[in-house]
């Protein structure tokens, strides 16, 4: 029964196919995504690439530097 009312979410979408104006909305927002896609790809590209980067680069380097040394 859940499931079902899930589906009440897709009503305002029996909307668009009245009114030419949102038609263009959705279809623009559709045509969009592919792009949108592949530029999230490419910025989690780029985040992998400098975390990784990082890593390589403060490793070993923080050792001991939360330690008090006085006694």
Do not use: D, W
């Not at 959705?26 to 992998?48: A, E, G, R, W």
Request: with cysteine; net charge positive; hydrophobic share 50%.
């Amino acid at each position: 029964m859940k499931a079902l009312r899930a589906f009440r979410v897709l009503r305002p979408l029996r909307l668009v196919s009245g009114v030419p104006s949102l038609q263009v909305v959705m279809n623009s927002i559709l045509k969009s995504m592919l792009p949108l896609l592949q530029i999230t790809l490419l910025v989690f590209f780029m985040v992998t690439i400098y975390s990784i980067m990082g890593l390589e680069l403060f490793k070993c380097k923080m050792h001991k530097t939360c330690y008090y040394t006085g006694t």
